[in-house]
Every structure is written in C-alpha cells, then in structure tokens.
C-alpha cells in the first residue's frame, strides 16, 4: 500500500495514514486502500476492531487538492470522484466492528468527515477538527451532513459549517465531536487500549449494539423496540449471551467467543 501503513495486531487491525509530504490528503488511491483494508477486517473473524491514525503531526488535511484540481471542470467528472470517496463512508460505516479514530493531529476538510465515520475519536490535545469546506467554496461530504448535526445539534453543526472555523481539542470534547482529549504521544495508545478491551469483548453483542445506535436514529420508537426484541432474544439463545450470563452468576471474567 502507498497511502497506508497497514499493520495487524493481534485482533486489531491498525491503519495508518501515510502521506507525510501531502499531510495525509485523502486521494482516490488513499479511499481505495481503506476499503480494502475494511473489506479485509469485515471478513476476517479473527480481526475485532479497526483504528485508524495518521503517521505525523496531523491525521489529515482533507482532500486532495491537486487531484481535485486536475479534474475536468464538468459535473461529471465531479460525480465520478465524489462517489467513490462517499462509496467507501457507506462501507466504513457498514462494517459490524468497533472503528476508533485517534487523531494524534489535526483533522481538517474531509479528514473531519472521515473521523467523523468512525464510532469513537480520540483527539490530541494539540490538535483541532475544522469542516472548512466554506472556506474553498464547497459544502460538506463525506458523510458530514449527516453526523455532524446528530453529535452537535442542529445550530452548532451550522455554525461549524458556515464558518469553517477550527474548533479546539478542549472545546471539540465539551460540544461532543471527540470522546476523549489526550496528551498527542497517549492518543494512539490509549486508542489501542480501548481498541484490545473491545476486542477481547462479545463480537457479536458489539455488532448488534453497533447496528441498533445507528438504527435509533433513523427509526420510531416502537420500531426500535420491536428490534430489540428480536436481536435480543438472538443474543441470549447464543453462546457468548449464556456465558456472559453464566459468568455473571458466578461472579469470574466471562470467556467470549
């Protein structure tokens, strides 16, 4: 891989962002080596959690503009490059497994967005997010529009949006766009700490917890709990359901699958 540094660890599949001399610009070739990296973590059981980082001071600075620019100046051929960025969100977001982004620096533009897509972020304290696709007289994609309002609300997410502005680590946790802010050198390990509890979890419990958090946001209330009666009741016929029950009864670690 030429975008990526890809690396397994153990049970945690580890992909890091390798465009130093670009600042991590996401390019066609960059979207295409993360959807084979998730195509790979989806099929294989023995692979539990995706991380994704950057390899120096910023995870990613967006698109890539040169590649951008190079485009015919035609809808078309607009149309062809944004659907293959925004073909690999909706598989990123697809994949039934934990995704955690530790953003060891900024995450500007379309690396805001692709931070965004994973389920939970981390951010360096040194670094900001910023949607500043106002600012190159564009709107927001990658899946922006849609995750944005639900972390921030309606107004904020409009503010971020409209101005472009680069929202600070300790203001990006108090609005709820990260989760955690950590000193830049414990971003990407307390990352893989949490990524190696996951991962040493219920595979398949995650996977369903995974699709329902999705799914309450796009359902009524008496479809979701319709829902939770069938993929709750597939969880505790299955074997890490018993055991975790088992293991709960008798007070010790549960052994899952």
Known sequence: M????????GAIALAILNRPEKRNALALQTYAELSAVVEEVEADPTLRVLVLT???????????????????????AALGRFRQSHRFIARLRALTKPVIAALTGDAV?????????ADIRYLATTARIGFTFSRVGLGPDMGASYFLPRLVGLARAAELAFTGDLVPAAEAERIGLVNRVLPPEEVLPAA??????????????????KRALERGLQLDLASVLDEE?????????????R????????????EFA
């Open 2 to 9: 030429d975008h990526l540094i890809y690396e397994r660890r």
């Open 54 to 76: 950057g390899n120096s001071s910023v995870f990613s600075a967006g698109a890539d503009i040169d590649e951008v620019l190079a485009l015919e100046e035609t809808v078309e």
């Open 109 to 117: 533009g379309a690396g805001a967005s692709l931070a965004l897509a």
């Open 192 to 209: 893989l700490e949490l990524a190696g509890r996951l991962a040493r979890g219920p595979a398949l419990a995650l996977a369903v917890a």
């Open 229 to 241: 009666v069938i993929s709750q009741s597939l969880l505790l016929a299955s074997r890490d359901g």
């Open 243 to 254: 055991e975790g029950l088992r293991a709960f009864r008798e007070k010790r670690r549960p």
